[in-house]
Nanobody, 123 residues
Framework: QVHLVESGGGLVQAGGSLRLSCAASGRTFSNYAMGWFRQAPGKERESVAQISWSGSRIVYADSVKGRFTISRDNAKNTLNLQMNSLKPEDTAVYSC????????????????WGQGTQVTVSS
């Protein structure tokens, strides 16, 4: 079992920045590919970014490329998402997820999910 807890969400003005973190506990963190996903009210879950267990492979959604940066610290069992140049359309609940299969995670198939943290970007 892997327990995931997100933090760092909040309210920010358009153009601002936020840094989300996901703390993992349970099984060996470095065995898992990790990812961030988001879901806005009335919309389907959307992929944001995924990172392989070693950090050597990273995938971003086109909508966040150049603005968001995903990273992980396997020594601290932590996944991060630096979000810059935020836009109102980035408003959503952001969740982290873990799976041993990187390709599956890219397709939003994850064995473990966090509860999510709200990000609201005002115009």
């Amino acid at each position: 079992q892997v327990h995931l807890v997100e933090s760092g969400g909040g309210l920010v003005q358009a153009g601002g920045s936020l840094r989300l973190s996901c703390a993992a506990s349970g099984r060996t963190f470095s065995n898992y590919a990790m990812g961030w996903f988001r879901q806005a009210p009335g919309k389907e879950r959307e992929s944001v970014a995924q990172i392989s267990w070693s950090g050597s492979r990273i995938v971003y959604a086109d909508s966040v490329k150049g603005r968001f940066t995903i990273s992980r610290d396997n020594a601290k069992n932590t996944l991060n998402l630096q979000m810059n140049s935020l836009k109102p359309e980035d408003t959503a609940v952001y969740s982290c997820a873990a799976d041993t299969n990187f390709r599956a995670l890219i397709n939003a198939h994850a064995e473990y999910w966090g509860q999510g943290t709200q990000v609201t970007v005002s115009s």
